[in-house]
């Protein structure tokens, strides 16, 4: 199935697992017997609020500074930053400008070495995102009155696909037919992302974390992501996921390494999908002390079938603090956000203050 290459794969459990209070107290009762409960996210003073930003693969949106601008800060109508919105920042891309894929999408090649490099030429260039968001935070920080306050960072991890025999990168060749030779090739690129943050002039912006892209864990993997985990804490920075809906290893990720995770409810994409979803989204977050996603895209502006499906992700955060209060992640389809806040009309100006308030917590 062709997919969009900003939008991540969605994964969907079996029709039972979607309806209704029986399907959130089977899943529940799994992870319970699984001796997976977890004490749930714990409330900060500034609790994370993590937006995905894709960049450096096909077809990437421009994001510009003042496009950035809307995307970590509050704004007000004129389009002046208000408020701080976003904590933090997780640059990623499907699909390679080659056409291969970084994530193991069904269709097309896996990205080589060379993809791999000119994702970080991408990141790091001159007039490259990073630098731009480096910008806008020290817009936001001038019109805020917060002086020194500095965005997270987190950049993916590629997925090294072990069908491709081997992977060049940075002058040196890994077989990926070995969890020997992928961990390797992780850690050369980890170690690379680490050396290039280190001599980017981005005074604004703090390195904190890596993202593991693959949305699920398999058997083929399990082995390999804790010592993924082990190489990029000797780095000191925090190993985040964000698996889809019913995805292999979701209820796992402590055990497997990942410092915090956030479940995709894949909720918006499919009109079919009942609001219930994010019922036993909620309830699965909570057992396994994960937090959430919302999620939405430009469709919602062209589409009466999407129109009002952000609205439940609110009103769920609405009716759970203890989630709300935690950490959260944001998929926008790249962009929608700052869309969503130019927005003139009253009723989507309605609800940008509405995701406002639940992301600020008032």
């Avoid at 509050?74 to 970084?102: E, M």
């Avoid at 019922?279 to 430009?298: H, K, N």
């Avoid at 209060?325 to 309605?350: E, S, V």
């Amino acid at each position: 199935m062709q997919h969009p290459p900003h939008e991540r794969i969605r994964l969907a459990l079996p029709p039972y697992v979607c309806s209704g209070i029986q399907g959130i107290m089977r899943i529940v009762a799994l992870f319970a017997m699984a001796g997976l409960y977890g004490a749930g996210p714990v409330s900060q003073a500034r609790p994370d609020r993590w937006i995905l930003v894709y960049k450096g693969g096909s077809q990437s949106p421009a994001y510009s500074v003042n496009d950035l601008l809307h995307l970590v800060s509050a704004v007000d109508t004129s389009g002046q930053p208000r408020s701080w919105l976003c904590t933090g920042a997780v640059l990623l891309a499907l699909r390679a400008t080659s056409g291969r894929n970084y994530y193991p999408l069904p269709d097309g090649a896996p990205a080589d070495g060379d993809d791999w490099t000119k994702y970080l030429d991408s990141l790091f260039a001159r007039g490259g995102p990073l630098v731009h968001l480096d910008s806008a935070v020290a817009l936001i920080d001038a019109a805020v009155g917060t002086p020194g306050r500095r965005l997270a960072v987190a950049i993916m991890i590629p997925y090294p696909h072990p069908r491709s025999d081997s992977l060049r990168f940075n002058g040196q060749s890994y077989r990926l037919s070995s969890d020997l030779g992928r961990g390797a090739a992780i850690t050369a690129y980890v170690h690379e992302v680490e050396r290039r943050f280190n001599g980017l002039k981005a005074p604004h912006l703090s390195f904190q974390a890596f993202y593991w892209l693959n949305e699920g864990v398999t058997a083929v993997d399990t082995a390999l992501v804790p010592k993924v985990s082990a190489e990029v804490h000797r780095l000191g920075a925090r190993f985040l996921w964000i698996p889809s809906f019913g995805a292999a290893g979701a209820a796992r990720w402590r055990v497997l390494g990942f410092d915090q995770a956030w479940l995709q409810p894949n909720y918006f994409f499919h009109p079919d999908v009942p609001v219930t979803r994010l019922d036993t989204t909620v309830a699965i977050a909570r057992a396994t002390g994960m937090g959430l996603e919302i999620e939405f895209d430009r469709r919602m502006f062209t589409s009466w079938q999407f129109r009002d499906r952000l609205e439940p992700y609110l009103a769920a955060l609405e009716d759970a603090p203890d989630l709300r209060a935690g950490p959260l992640a944001i998929y926008d389809g790249a962009g929608t956000l700052y869309a969503l806040a130019r927005a003139k009309d009253g009723w989507h100006r309605a609800l940008y203050e509405r995701f406002v308030a639940v992301l600020q917590g008032s």
